[in-house]
Structure formats: C-alpha cells, structure tokens
C-alpha cells in the first residue's frame, strides 16, 4: 500500500522567491515518484517524474526535485517563481514493480504575488 | 503529437438525463483512466481498463458506467446526472509496462448539471 501526505494545501509567494512543495509518502516497495502540475479547467501536466538512479529530478518550468528514501519526501523546488506558476500542483506515488494505479495527494494550491 | 483527447469540454445536462463523455488517445497505451475531480480536490479514480479488463473502483457509484469498444476510444456514461455529479471528468493514460509509465491525462470535461 502506499499513501502520500502534501503539507499546506495553498503555499504563497512572491515573484522571484523560493518556491518549495513538500511531498512525503509511505510505500511498502520502492516507489516511483511524480509531480503535476493544473492549471484552471485543464488537465494535469507531468512536470518531472522519479524512478530510479539519480536522486535530484529536473523537470520543465525550472522545477526539480529531490527524493530522499531516508526521509521519504519529495519536495518540489524552483528556485524564483513567476506568475505563470500559479497553479495546482499533485505529488502522485505508485508502487513498483507492475502496479499501474497511482495514489495522489491532496493537492497545494501555489499563489504567486507580484 | 501523441495525445489524450476529450470531448466535449464543456457539458451541460439537466438532472436526470444521461450524458455520455469520450476519451480517445493516439499513445497505443493499454491502460485507460477516468478520474472526477471536483473543486479544489485530488482527482479520484473512478474506473480503469487494463486492455478490455474493467475495474470498477469500490465506491464509485453504480450511476456511472463506461465503455472501451477499442484501444483509443473510453466513454463514460452517467445514467441519471444528479446535482452532485458536477465536476470535472478527466481522462488519463499509461503504458502498464517499463518504469516510465506516468499518466497522459486529457484536458478534461467539466459536466455542469441544472
């Protein structure tokens, strides 16, 4: 089983500050590891994804992320936010080895203020 | 480009009277979702196919149904809309097999019921 815990459902900041979305999950196996991204009325977006080998993801938009097995997280960063980030954002964890249903987290709403 | 198509985006139905939304992809992926997500909510899983194979998630009421004639094509079909039905009804993909298989979702539905 598997479970996935996002702390702050809204995180605000201001144009060109640290953005950080914390993510931590549970997993019985080695998990693989995802970050989305919503904007209003659409679908998600995959920003960046882990699996396996190194630790620290990049994804698209100046996002990345870093898993850390020994604190089970992982938390989302970019290093100066834009406008264009305000969103939706879902950490989503599914299980290794053949499961194909992934588990979500509750979602944070990122505000972003100029 | 490969992707997930839903139509239509917007649809409004009055209380009572069935609806059907489509799902198609161009990914050849096997496994297809239906998710509803409602405001400020995680998306959640109301059904998925493994090919032909359906699974039908525990809670999600006996008022939605769905069908996969294809590979490409998912339809959902709620037979008797109620008021708590409105949402966004979003559509994902995945390939079962390899590591990278995230989800490719659709740009979603948003049902409105009156």
């Known amino acids: 089983a598997q479970s996935v815990t996002q702390l702050g459902s809204h995180v605000s900041v201001s144009e060109g500050a640290l953005v950080l979305l914390r993510c931590n999950y549970s997993s019985s196996v080695p998990p693989y590891l995802f970050w989305y991204v919503q904007y209003p009325n659409q679908g998600l977006q995959l920003l960046l994804k882990y699996t396996t080998g190194a630790t620290l993801v990049k994804g698209i938009n100046g996002f990345e992320a870093e898993f850390k097995k020994s604190e089970t997280s992982f938390h989302l960063t970019k290093p100066s936010a834009h406008m264009s980030d305000a969103a939706e954002y879902f950490c989503?964890?599914?299980?290794?080895?053949?499961?194909?249903?992934?588990?979500f987290g509750r979602g944070t709403s990122l505000i972003v203020h100029p | 480009d490969a992707m997930v198509i839903q139509n239509p985006r917007y649809q409004v139905t009055q209380f009572g009277k069935p609806v059907t939304l489509s799902c198609s992809q161009t990914?050849?992926?096997?496994?297809m979702y239906w998710y509803q997500q409602k405001s400020s909510q995680a998306p959640k899983l109301l059904f998925h196919?493994?090919?032909?194979?359906?699974?039908n998630e525990a809670d999600t009421p006996d008022n939605f149904q769905s069908r996969r004639p294809n590979t490409s094509f998912c339809f959902l079909d709620i037979r008797s809309p109620g008021l708590g039905d409105a949402a966004m009804y979003l559509c994902?993909?995945?390939?079962?097999?390899?590591?990278?298989?995230?989800?490719?979702f659709g740009p979603g539905t948003r049902l409105t019921v009156l």
């Open positions: 196919y493994y090919d032909k194979d359906f699974n």
């Open positions: 994902a993909t995945s390939s079962a097999t390899g590591p990278h298989n995230e989800q490719f």
């Open positions: 989503v964890v599914r299980l290794s080895g053949g499961s194909y249903i992934p588990t």
């Open positions: 990914l050849n992926h096997n496994v």
